[in-house]
């Protein structure tokens, strides 16, 4: 049984018996894999908290595809996520993005860095951070390989087409600054869903978007 200490980024968990809990992770060595972990009642909730970077010491097992992960650490604070609704709300619903589009054992060419970037950009952001979830779908589809051109956005974005082309042409920044109602950004945010879903053959039912659409409507 070999030991490895890594980095992953928290996608998902699923309960595993009474005391055990299946982390779902992406990470630059195993790409999206499950790990077995046993959390203390205290530490479960604020070290698995959605998009959470985390330190640990994988026991990959030959004998077993669920390999452990022990001596669980964070990796970064994420103050400025985890202190703020709208950010938390972001979280959730990109960790849940991620869950259902990446396949287990995907590891992406740069996936689980331009994640944890992202992460960490979203974290720093003091202001103008509403449209982080639209710039994070746009820029997931370039990273899975199918980086959308204003021809194939065309059939699935009927009236924010407009919308949707400026976020194209836009620079990180400046798609920051794109003004929109919550109606708007929430229905962007359908359209690149489809989008997607159509490219990767998943079907991309996102139940946090509920809260987003809450918090911006």
């Not at 097992?61 to 996520?81: E, T």
């Amino acid at each position: 049984m070999n030991s490895n200490n890594i980095e992953f980024i928290v996608i998902g968990r699923t309960r595993f018996g009474e005391n055990s809990t299946v982390l779902h992770t992406l990470s630059k060595e195993y790409g999206r894999r499950g790990f077995l972990v046993r959390p203390g009642k205290r530490s479960a909730a604020a070290l698995f908290m959605p998009l959470n970077v985390l330190e640990a010491d994988i026991s990959e097992n030959p004998r077993s595809a669920l390999w452990s992960a022990r001596n669980i650490a964070a990796a970064y604070p994420l103050a400025g996520i985890r202190g703020n609704i709208h950010k938390n709300a972001m979280t959730m619903f990109m960790s849940e993005v991620l869950y259902r589009v990446v396949k287990d054992g995907a590891d992406g060419d740069g996936l689980f860095e331009w994640c944890r970037n992202s992460i960490l950009t979203l974290d720093a952001l003091q202001s103008d951070f509403s449209n982080f979830h639209i710039r994070f779908l746009f820029e997931l589809s370039a990273e899975l390989g199918f980086r959308p051109t204003f021809e194939d956005m065309a059939p699935f974005a009927k009236e924010h087409l407009a919308v949707i082309g400026r976020f194209m042409r836009s620079s990180f920044g400046e798609s920051m600054l794109i003004p929109m109602t919550g109606a708007e950004r929430n229905g962007v945010a359908d359209v690149l869903l489809h989008y997607i879903e159509f490219h990767t053959e998943s079907s991309v039912n996102v139940r946090s978007l509920r809260v987003l659409r809450e918090l911006y409507d």
